[in-house]
């Protein structure tokens, strides 16, 4: 069984920096892609940033410039650095990993963690 737990959500002013965290736990083999995607009220979920597993990263354009998406390995964790916060990156934001268990390759998510950016 794997479990990805995401961390590090809250309330934040416009401006201000969040770090969320997203630890894969488990009978893991191997992990290919790591990504984030959120979803706000009423809209459908979008991809916010992913990193392969040759390190390539790929970025939402609305979040180029702004958000880093970074991996450790060696813990199996994934990190979202969000900087400059605006009022619409206000969403429910889910961990996403593509993992090998045994010999099948699974497509696992997070519970999700709450990022509200307001004044």
């Known amino acids: 069984q794997v479990q990805l737990v995401e961390s590090g959500g809250g309330l934040v002013q416009p401006g201000g920096s969040l770090r969320l965290s997203c630890a894969a736990s488990?009978?893991?083999?191997?992990?290919?892609?790591m990504a984030w995607y959120r979803q706000a009220p009423g809209k459908q979920r979008e991809l916010v940033a992913l990193?392969?597993?040759?390190?390539?990263?790929d970025y939402a354009d609305s979040v180029k410039g702004r958000f880093t998406i970074s991996r450790d390995g060696a813990k199996n964790t994934v990190y979202l650095q969000m900087n400059s916060l605006k009022p619409e990156d206000t969403a429910v934001y889910y961990c996403?990993?593509?993992?090998?268990?045994?010999?099948?390759?699974?497509?696992?998510w997070g519970q999700g963690t709450q990022v509200t950016v307001s004044s």
């Open positions: 996403n990993a593509r993992i090998l268990v045994g010999v099948r390759w699974g497509d696992y």
């Open positions: 488990g009978s893991i083999f191997s992990i290919d892609a």
């Open positions: 990193f392969s597993s040759v390190s390539r990263t």
